[in-house]
């Protein structure tokens, strides 16, 4: 029990005192708060020494230097549906890669697939930023040895486009002049650009070819011929290896059922077709909703030349492997055959196995009516052909993908 009533154990000429602005320290108290000070040094310094001692100290992170036989590819957007799909291709076929996004569109359980797959070190890194903010950009770049970078990251719905014009101008436009600074500021000598038909609009002859005059009718057209313009602009004067890809409409997902496409919520009403008939398959909407059924088509809705996401990762290698200091190669990439939304709609049922209401409404703004490309250049000059290009059965790979993962990425 404690004794607060008892006498004092120091006499008061010992302690502390303070006279006229001046303090006498108790000398006990100065040699407890050396001794405190001492200890703190010491363990401080036995810290420093077990960390020197550890194999990792010392040692250079992989991703900062560059290595013999390895090629880093930074993918921008790689936790994105494209993004994720191409940096599952890179790591089977033996580069490292870094991944930066700043996961507005894409999901984080999509990394997580990737470093489960490939967990050794110095393989894949993944990296929280986003490509608007140039002082982390250039971070990036200053701490990491990239080789070729695969720029995927961008806003990519033609309706949204027309909604939010200026999000997409500087998404797209003004994200690419940040990451092409940072490579022309850190000697990154090979980019690989992810490109689109929309920069095409709707032109008056079908196939789609590389020479086709480009007369974007939206503003995400627009944005990506401007990002392209760009590019093709600091090629001249530079000996930077450039590839630029423009394609059309990409569904499908990994074939071994990893990864697929989980948009965000809030953007279903903006989404790609297979997603919107997925969504009508699974009654997670009550319907999907057809927009436009007086084109200048067969039936009447929209024409499009849809890409498997397998083959369309499968041209971004060929790309990297292709490209060649000065030169820029500009390929489009589809199958050459033109679907009809309905052709789609029909196909859809038929790999779900699942009846679709299907809602008949006016043209959404920007949209045009037939678009398919001639690939003729890129299975000439790159070696690539499609060959997923069964409307069913890549629907079908998609569909697995979807039941097995209700919520998306979520559990993940």
Known sequence: MLNFGRGRTQTRSTRSMSLGGMDYPDPKKKSSFV???LLAAGLTALCILMLKQSPSFNSPSPFSHQEDGVTHVLVTGGAGYIGSHATLRLLKDKYRVTIVDNLSRGNLGAVRVLQE?????????FIYADLGDAKAVNKIFSENAFDA????????????????????????TSNTLVVLEAMAAHGVKKLIYSSTCATYGEPEKMPITEVTPQAPINPYGKAKKMAEDIILDYSKN?????????????IGSDPEGRLG??????????????????????????????KGTDYDTPDGTCV????????????????????????????????????????????????????????????????YAKVYSDPSKIM?????????????????????????????????
């Open 238 to 250: 530079s000996n930077m290896a450039v590839m630029i890809l423009r394609y059309f409409n990409v």
């Open 35 to 37: 001794g405190k000070i």
């Open 380 to 412: 000439r000059e790159l070696n690539w052909t499609a060959r997923y290009t069964d409307l069913k059965e890549s629907l079908q790979t998609a569909w697995r993908w979807q039941q097995s993962h209700h919520g998306g990425y979520e559990n993940i």
């Open 261 to 290: 496409e989980a948009p965000k919520p809030e953007l279903r009403e903006h989404g790609r077709i297979s997603g919107a008939c997925f969504d009508a398959a699974s009654g997670i909407m009550p319907g999907l909703k057809v």
């Open 149 to 172: 970078v695969m720029h995927f990251a961008a806003v990519a719905y033609v309706g949204e486009s027309t909604l939010f014009p200026l999000k997409y101008y500087h998404n797209i």
């Open 117 to 125: 797959l490939f967990p050794e070190p110095g393989r894949l890194q």
């Open 304 to 367: 499009r030349d849809y890409i498997d996401v397998t083959d369309l990762v499968d041209a971004h290698v060929k790309a990297l492997e292709k490209a060649e200091p000065k030169k820029v190669g500009i390929y489009n990439v589809g199958t050459g055959k033109g679907r009809s939304v309905k052709e789609f709609v029909e196909a859809c049922k038929q790999a779900t196995g699942k009846p679709i209401n299907v809602d008949y409404l006016p043209r959404r703004p920007g949209d």
